[in-house]
């Protein structure tokens, strides 16, 4: 019950933003009956509210929830005057990520007020090999969790530039570990470019990344180096404030 619970909330998260009862038994696989008490039982509890017309949707009170997790994550706080500065100086969208599990969770935007602007949503999920952000904290990361990752995962293609040989990611990993910030060359989304670096706490582990993202047509090569550069002086501050007192060249 608990799994099939989880299903439907990911049926909202993935489908929605309103779903119809038919709709939910036909993404989850699970049976009339099941689905319906679901349903009803998230309504009454307040995390779904229902349509004149039958449609369910989410309810604020899982952000609620959300807000409980950010509110008790150092590195947020830390980081957001940081991520503000940068956001001001680069004019670009700056984002905040942490790794969970097998892929980096977004749990900080801050958008850019250009017109034409790449704005990933907070809470939403990133493949690790594919984003600056997963890139720049793998590179980071015991070899032997790389490993199992890519073991677990492989490397799946989103666009013609994504990095999709073992040898090749790794040797990425490599090379972002010697510049110190990780670059996203389409890899993810064509026509979106990233650059990110890690940051570190006072055990001098990795415990997330800030990146920026713009549209590929603002960002030469040039500039992209630039922005590298100072997206890996303000990870470092982070890093300083969350007690880390190692420097990285």
């Known amino acids: 019950m608990v799994a ?17 009862l038919n709709e939910v038994i036909e993404i989850c696989g699970i049976s009339k009956a099941s689905t319906y008490r679901i349903l009803e039982t998230l309504r009454f509890r307040g995390y779904l509210a229902k349509s004149a017309q039958g449609r369910y949707r ?25 991520m503000e500065e940068l956001q001001g100086t680069s004019g670009e969208t700056v984002n905040l990520g942490i790794f969970e599990e097998d892929h980096v969770v977004y749990t900080d935007v801050l958008e850019s007020s250009r017109r034409l602007r790449i704005v ?13 952000l997963g890139k720049a904290i793998l590179a980071w990361l015991p070899s032997e969790t790389v490993s199992q990752l890519l073991r677990d995962n492989g490397l799946k293609r989103f666009t013609p530039t994504t990095i999709t040989s073992k040898p090749a990611f790794l040797g990425d990993l490599q090379s972002i570990r010697g510049r110190g910030y990780a670059i996203d060359n389409e890899e993810e989304n064509p026509g979106c470019i990233c650059v990110a670096a890690a940051v570190f706490d006072y055990r001098k582990e990795v415990v997330g990344a800030i990146s920026i993202s713009a549209p590929a047509t603002r960002l030469s090569p040039g ?15 982070i890093s ?9 060249s």
Request: hydrophobic share 45%.
């Open 4 to 20: 099939n619970t989880i299903s439907v909330f990911e049926a909202f998260q993935n489908k929605g933003p309103q779903l119809t």
């Open 58 to 82: 989410l309810t604020y009170k899982l952000f609620d929830i959300a807000v409980v997790v950010l509110g008790h994550t150092p590195l947020r706080k830390v980081a957001l005057p940081f």
């Open 120 to 132: 990933p949503a907070v809470g939403s999920h990133g493949p690790f090999h594919a984003t600056a």
């Open 223 to 237: 500039r992209v180096a630039r922005l590298g550069t100072e997206v890996k002086r303000v990870a470092l501050e």
């Open 240 to 248: 300083h404030k969350l007690g880390y007192t190692a420097s990285r």
